[in-house]
């Protein structure tokens, strides 16, 4: 089975068998502008199939899979945002992992990036348990929320320019939707602090004239209908940060601190 059909029963699994399915960019736009709260939105994102390069390798790597997983079932669907509703702290990464992801249906789940980073959320008080491994563990986000600016999994994690665009609406409508009561946006890596910024201005967040560049602890106050808002850069929690000392855990829980003493 190259992906879990909607409804099935997989846990957390937002959609139905009668969600719309975007089958391009234009349908993606659409869907995204009419969703009328999260639950509607991610249903719709959890089914998309508008970038036909995403949708086969996606599901590919459900067939194929990974030997470590061979026995498992793979989500094999764009993985949508996930955590607290009316997130305080939102944290942006770029897209979800082919074995991930991917393979559990949830953002940062499953993988060794997702290892870092859910333990510093736990030492930070953001996140209910250290380890996030399958979509029915238990664990629970306080007051964040964890969402990719691409929602499936891309070739060698680099997705194509068409994709980013063709997904962008998905990440502009989610921003709009958690904008009350957000205080803190994480953006993880400098993909998704560029990713950011234009659906920031997209979803009417006011933002300063320049773009700063991206780097490790770097805030910028931003707004939205003129309460203030914090955007940290973040680096990314990746194998090649972790294993060369790029990233530490002090370095996690900094950033992490930080978010959670300024949401609140």
Known sequence: MSHVPPGSGWPGDPATPETPVAAGPEDV???ARESRDLRELTA???VCRACPRLVEWREEVADVKRRAFAGETYWGRPVAGWGDDKPRVLIVGLAPAAHGGN?????????????????SLYRTGLAAQPTSTHAADGQRLIGARLVAAVRCAPPANKPTIEERATCFPWLVRELELVADPLRVIVALGGYAWQAVWPALKAAAYTLPSRRPPFGHGVEV???????????????????????????TDQMLDAIFARAAELGG
């Open 29 to 31: 736009r659409e869907l």
């Open 44 to 46: 719709r994102q959890s």
């Open 103 to 119: 393979r559990t249906g949830r953002v940062f789940t499953g993988d060794r990036s997702g290892d870092w980073l859910f333990a």
């Open 221 to 247: 106050e931003i707004a939205y209908d003129g309460t203030p808002i914090r955007l940290i850069g973040c680096y990314h929690p990746s194998q090649q940060n972790t294993f060369t000392g790029r990233v």
